[in-house]
Nanobody, 124 residues
Framework: QVQLAESGGGLVQAGGSLRLSCAVS????????MGWFRQAPGKEREFVGA????????YYAKSMKGRFTVSRDNAKNTVYLQMNSLKPEDTAVYYC?????????????????WGQGTQVTVSS
């Protein structure tokens, strides 16, 4: 059974940092691309960043580039999202997802498995 479990969300003040983790089990983690998405209340799910199976080519949404960093540890079957300089508009539920294709993809429909999400709230 495939499981993706996010952790690390919480409440942080604007300008602060959080590191999200996503522990993956039940699939061949090192062959999957991993992505992060977020969904704010009343808005559609939005691409945040992603990394291919090799970890050599992270890709970010324009508004997150320079503030957010995706990384992965294939030995631990875990992907991370480091978020710095957080803004109130970053408030959302953050999801990790796994794509069998292996290379970086930005569309949610390309991902095969999803976690349950973790809430990030940034106060002003």
């Amino acid at each position: 059974q495939v499981q993706l479990a996010e952790s690390g969300g919480g409440l942080v003040q604007a300008g602060g940092s959080l590191r999200l983790s996503c522990a993956v089990s039940g699939l061949s983690f090192s062959s999957y691309a991993m992505g992060w998405f977020r969904q704010a209340p009343g808005k559609e799910r939005e691409f945040v960043g992603a990394m291919s199976y090799s970890g050599n080519d992270p890709y970010y949404a324009k508004s997150m580039k320079g503030r957010f960093t995706v990384s992965r540890d294939n030995a631990k079957n875990t992907v991370y999202l480091q978020m710095n300089s957080l803004k109130p508009e970053d408030t959302a539920v953050y999801y990790c997802a796994a794509a069998k294709w292996g290379t970086v993809v930005t569309g949610a429909s390309a991902y095969d498995y999803w976690g349950q999400g973790t809430q990030v709230t940034v106060s002003s």
